[in-house]
């Protein structure tokens, strides 16, 4: 059985030849984007600090989808069921006011990337949802500047870039289980 860390990647792998989304992101990164990364939140903030100080990763970090660790995983029935956290992210201005990052981030990024995102995890057939079966069920969360969350808003970086994300919380996803 092939663990939900790689079948998300392959979700993501599929968006990359999305014929839209080629032409959203363009050259140089037709073909490449989005990236992918899953882990805990300081493992993936120190992957993407390692790709800094390299001279052609450091340009292929965003847009990133990211699957956060732990996450559960209830088994029975034949099936896995997973309650995901995903976040979509991409680089942002820190000058940018609120308006500018929809104009600027959400709206022509982030936005297209997570109704993608949504419909490929349909598309590559390895995951089910109860409800609607256009989109499983999950709380979505814009969040200008990505950062710690207290009760007026965001008060640091969780990751050393300026970022504008997409929280999926409690995605709710399960898939057939296949023993080897």
Not at 12 to 40: C, S, T
Not at 62 to 89: K, R
Not at 147 to 159: C, E, K, L, M
Request: proline share 6%; glycine share 6%; aromatic share 14%.
């Amino acid at each position: 059985m092939m663990a939900a860390v790689d079948d998300i990647g392959n979700v993501v792998a599929g968006m990359r030849n999305d014929k839209e989304l080629k032409q959203l992101f363009g050259n140089p990164l037709a073909g490449m984007a989005p990236f992918y990364l899953f882990g805990h939140r300081l493992d993936i903030a120190n992957r993407l600090l390692i790709k800094d100080n390299d001279t052609v990763y450091k340009y292929q970090k965003y847009p990133l989808i990211a699957l956060i660790m732990d996450f559960p995983e209830t088994v029975g029935d034949g099936m896995a069921h997973y309650n995901l956290h995903v976040v979509i992210l991409d680089a942002t201005d820190p000058n940018y006011t609120i308006e500018d990052r929809y104009t600027k981030v959400f709206k022509p990024i982030l936005y297209p990337l997570y109704y993608k995102f949504l419909e490929y995890l349909r598309r590559v057939g390895k995951f089910t949802w109860i409800q609607d079966q256009q989109y499983p069920p999950h709380t979505k969360i814009d969040r200008p500047f990505w950062g710690t969350v207290y009760d007026q808003g965001n008060s640091a970086y969780i990751f050393n870039d300026r970022l504008d994300a997409i929280e999926l919380s409690d995605l709710k996803i399960s898939k057939t289980i296949k023993l080897c």
